[in-house]
């Protein structure tokens, strides 16, 4: 007998294009059977939600080691098991980064109990610095399922060229957090009418473009698979979708935030505001949001970045940059369906087949003996964003007052309930 | 309307601000009904005695978070001269940065107990900050790149006594507009006013999107000067040239300083203003700085003047709250 039956969900995996209301029976963590009148040793009642694959965020910063007062693995697996994801994968801009082995190894070991499982992403470079190649097979080896210097562009060229060229063997994508620190210069918000009228120094999107540009012809001279991180302008679109057309091995994934708002949006000097890449143009919102429709960006991804609130209340221009999106994210992108902008089935392989395959994770789909991650979801239940109540450590949300539309209610992680009702099983 | 002064009536303002934190959020009416208000303090400070009870009893603090001398001597002049007590607050921008935040700074002032705040501070935004967290009258003297409007009233102030007018003026801002506050709050409330506005300087200079201010865009002064009433030249940072911006002082000077040979390209009658501190040779010509067009001493002058309103006035908005 399974252990576990979702009954009478509106069931949608995008992987195997079903979007049938029926049960899933769960057994051992894996799949057991997709179909009606299923019974197990517990069932769920699923009648009016959405069932589907658990969500996989490739892009989270779980702040563990050395940041814990913002957030931990533990808090930040809660975190993600309220927001119906199953799958995180933490950047290494940890302190000390995670640039060897046995950091990651200690990562991976530390979240193994954990409500959802956690995937580091290894340091392209030694600290970050930009200077010299991190162990990069010891870190794969330990469990790495890519590679990236997020929060910094990789501005020696040749150093970048380098570690595309060093990272073929171990069949991982390099993830760029694209950025020309000159161009970026001391910028804090997007450069146009509204940073001119704030006061407040640009960051044209040309700062992101140019090292897009760079690293594809980069992927296309190494043959590396590149993933270009929290894409958010028209021009890194256009690179993207060309390159892609020109058959290189070129993803991107882009966040809620970019997905729904733009720099005019922003309250004057809101640091729960200021992220990078920053909130662009309606343009580039446009851009995006099209990309995520044809698929040329494939995944959705956070880019959840918590700080305590004693280092956002500061002004705008010495704020860090960062947002955090774990628990909103779901609630925000489902606007794009009722916009009419993509379909529920194509939003949900964005958010779990999607990234799956661009990271070749196991997981992302519904399939008999799948690993038994899952998303239920309620997408008509409307809630209030109230940071406090927030799993995460850190309140650092531009959605935090807003009403969103679509809340996860119950998130199950290789069979484990580990969010029922919305409320996190082993927390509280 | 000095009577008025010496023994003020309460009377209804045009305007329900708490605070004065940028010209944008200012009416035609509100900046007019200051400019008045000014002309009476004026009057006052060509008196012998120059001294008015208005004040008495009320403390304020002039919080610079940022070196001025100007603004800082001007705003004390001023409250000193209606009879506050003025209590200068003082921090280096450095050791903020290190430590306090801008919230402590806030209720470390609210704490004190004073009835009028004004504040200075090297971060765009941190006036609204203030005001937001504070109950007392906020009075912003300078946020980082954004705004500094009581250096805007003084300015049309020192214009509308030169030229008798605002509303139809041709003027003409030269220099580092990117980094400029006191462009930034001049062309806002310009365009209020109506007064046709034009900018001048290298695109290195220029903000994005500046032609949303309304102004029309120059790169060469004597496009831009063709008959302007008044062209204000503003102060040169001269560290700016590291940041690439321009080349050098000197070809800079070459381009975009302010020389008699330009004047002639302008309207009868043009004046110059400049904010100070002047680098003389770099934004003006020696000889022009001193000559009869400049009205940079009444600028200061008006300074104090439009401070002196600025002060009475929110703090009168505030006591009447109470
Ligand atoms: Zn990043």
Redesign the pocket.
Known sequence: MPDLVLKNGRVIDPAHAIDATTDIAIRHGRIAALGDGLDGAESIDCTGLVVCPGLIDL?VHLRDPGQEWKEDLLSGGRAAAAGGFTTVCC?PNTLPTNDTGAITRDMVERAADGPVRILPVGAITRGLAGEALAEIGEMVTAGAVAI?D???GVQDSHLMRRAMEYAKPFEIPVVI?P?DDHLFGHGVMNEGWRATELGLAGIPSAAEDVQIDRDIRLSALTGTPLHV??LSTTGGVELVRRAQGAGLLVSAEVTPHHLLLTDTDMPAYDPDWKM??PLRSAADREAVVAALADGTIQAIAT?H?PHAPEEKERPFDDAPFGVIGLETCLGVVLALVREGRISLADLIHRLTAGPARLFGLDGGHLGVGARADLCCFDPEARWRVEPERFYSKSRNCPWAGRELTGRPLHTITGGRVVCRDGAVTDAR | MAETIDTPAPKALPFAHTDLLDTAELTAKEIRFLLDQAESFHEINERQVKKVPTLRGATIMDCFFEPSTRTRSSFELAGKRLSADVINFSAAASSLKKGESLRDTARTLAAMGTDLIVVRHPASGAAAYLAHELEVPVINAGDGCHAHPTQALLDLFTLRRALGRLSGLKVAIVGDITHSRVARSNLLAMRTLGVETRVCAPPTLLPAAVERYGCRVFYRMADAIEGVDAIMMLRIQRERQGGGAFPSLREYAHNYCLTRSHLALAAPGCVVLHPGPINRGVELAHDLADGPESRILDQVTAGVAVRMAVLYLFWQQHGSRQ
Request: aromatic residues 0%; charged residues 15%.
């Open positions: 892009h950047m990236s997020d929060g910094c957090h950025q991180a929290h990078s890449p880019d970045a």
